[in-house]
């Protein structure tokens, strides 16, 4: 993959194209599905999507009762316990991930948290980035046989614009020098679409093809950890709550992206690519604002995805992927 990819191909959908927009008519009999995050906003809808055109897809929830309650009416998705910022929790449902599903066809990383207060997890990771990219990294290595066992399986991780807020920082990661809760959500979604971009090189060979994205402006759980003023201080929200925000989406518009992502025939021998409003997005210029869309270069530079893969493998432990087939 190279910057002159980040091209739009004419997709037929757009920003305010629904979940139900993108599936429609296909069938995904028979196929498989990991949704990190799918029993709450973008994940739960991409759950639902998936299910109704056929797909059997196993969520992995931090907080299985709840999960099992939110997906009752969900025919067709299973959940299994799982913490992303524990590893022996991750390995233990990746394991248990391989049995139920030798073969795995779409892998996709919704779950995240966003401008959470500081806390230390694991080993003293930042918890952003042990959530939002550690977690999902080491789950990813240990569902990479199922996943080429699909001959054709891809992989899809939620990022976000707020990747524009900083490359990675890698003087110092986990913030032991300062900590401020927007660089280091910004950091973990360059983390997002960086993984993506090594992954996809890694794995084209197996027949893995994976991909970022931007799912929009969309208020959903993922704003819990911040106080309803600081909402409306950014003009997100009013006093009750209500979305009033320009070029806000509904959580079915958030996870359009997503599963256009995961079934696009236009996207077919495709990969390492950063998408928004279900078209692969442009680069764009330093100093852009973030709401004008596009990606940094330096969230789809292939060398910094190489260095950040090392990094990752370095810290969690996880089951190297095959390499020198790329």
Not at 42 to 56: D, I, P, S
Request: glycine share 12%; charged share 20%.
């Amino acid at each position: 993959m190279t910057r002159t990819d980040q091209q739009p191909l004419g997709s037929p959908f757009s920003a305010t194209s629904s979940a139900q927009d993108v599936t429609a008519g296909l069938d995904l009999t028979g196929s498989s599905a990991v949704v990190t995050g799918g029993y709450s906003g973008l994940g739960l809808e991409t759950t639902r999507a998936l299910t109704a055109v056929g797909a059997r897809v196993i969520v992995p929830a931090r907080r299985p009762d709840v999960a099992r309650a939110a997906l009752a009416a969900v025919p067709g998705a299973e959940v299994v316990p799982m913490d992303l910022n524990d590893l022996d929790s991750v390995r233990a449902a990746a394991a248990r991930i391989r049995d139920t599903l030798p073969r795995l066809d779409l892998f996709m990383a919704v779950a995240g948290v966003m401008a959470t207060p500081e806390l230390r997890v694991g080993p003293g990771w930042e918890s952003q980035l042990a959530a939002n990219h550690l977690g999902h990294f080491a789950l990813a290595c240990e569902l990479y046989p199922s996943l080429a066992a699909a001959g054709g399986a891809r992989v899809v991780v939620n990022s976000s614009a707020g990747h524009t807020l900083t490359d990675i920082r890698w003087h110092d990661p986990h913030f032991r020098s300062g900590y401020d809760k927007w660089l280091a959500y910004g950091q973990a979604k360059t983390a997002n679409a960086l993984f993506a971009v090594h992954l996809d090189a890694l794995g084209r060979a197996d027949g893995i093809r994976a991909f970022s994205l931007h799912p929009g402006k969309i208020i959903t759980g993922l704003q819990r950890e911040m106080a309803r003023q600081e909402q409306i201080d950014r003009g997100w929200v009013d006093e009750h709550g209500t979305v009033i925000g320009a070029g806000f989406k509904t959580p079915s518009q958030g996870a359009a992206t997503g599963l256009w992502a995961a079934t696009s025939p236009l996207l077919d021998g495709r990969g390492g690519l950063y998408l928004e409003d279900c078209e692969v997005a442009a680069v764009s210029a330093p100093g852009t604002p973030m709401d004008d869309g596009g990606v940094r270069p330096y969230a789809v530079d292939p060398h910094a995805a190489a260095r950040l893969w090392e990094l990752s493998l370095a810290a969690t432990g996880a089951t190297p992927v095959p390499r020198g087939r790329a």
